[in-house]
């Protein structure tokens, strides 16, 4: 995970000179961070792995807050690569066998969207981190499921997306409008659907899991809220 970012400008196609120098501008910008330009589109990849976390952490930011960037920036995202190691090779040292009911939740979901509930993260040596069932299900029904790697030294969080929910005469439903971010934690199992309680800007409120992903480094996994309680109620998504 964060094995680089990608930059992304708005501009017009009578602008080639103007954005190509804006481009060389972002690319020694970006080497005072750590990242340098990896030849692939528009993909920055840091210069020294072992600290990558921090690296593209510090350069994301920096280019939001650059001036000279205000109105050309459109966004920047973070590069994750999904195939760290062939699903055969991951480490299951002392992992603990889930519980029946957790593992049923997880296969139920999978069951009917087709899809796992969110992927698997290895450390650099390839021992199971998290999604131990997702890794499951995969074995159990052949699925190539996106497997992250994560530096054993760093923190890991799970992260679940979506939008605020609201109940109506019994009946909940997602509100329209901008997606949030909020760490996992529970001991509950979650799935895309889902039902939480989560601490916003303006009080306790409710979300609906959209997606489920995963955050590393220090700088990262303080960014978000973390989810207070899981409410045991799902939504289609």
Known sequence: MNEGIAVFL???ENEGRKLEKL???IDDFLLDF???YSGIMNLYTPTAEEDRDHAVFAARNALH???WLKDRLAYVSIANQTNACPLEQIRLDNMAEPS???LNYYEAYYQSSHELAHGIVVDEEKRLRDGYISYLLARKYGIRPEIYEAFSIRPLRKVVIGRHAVQHRGTWKRKKGRKYCWTY???AAVVPGDILKVQTKKGQMYMCVERIEYVT???FCAEYSAVIR???KRLEV
């Open 23 to 25: 481009i060389r501008r």
């Open 230 to 232: 899981h409410m045991r």
């Open 185 to 187: 934690s529970l001991k």
């Open 10 to 12: 708005n501009g017009r």
């Open 65 to 67: 807050n650059a001036e």
């Open 100 to 102: 029946a009911a957790k």
């Open 34 to 36: 750590g990242l340098t």
């Open 217 to 219: 480094g220090e700088e």
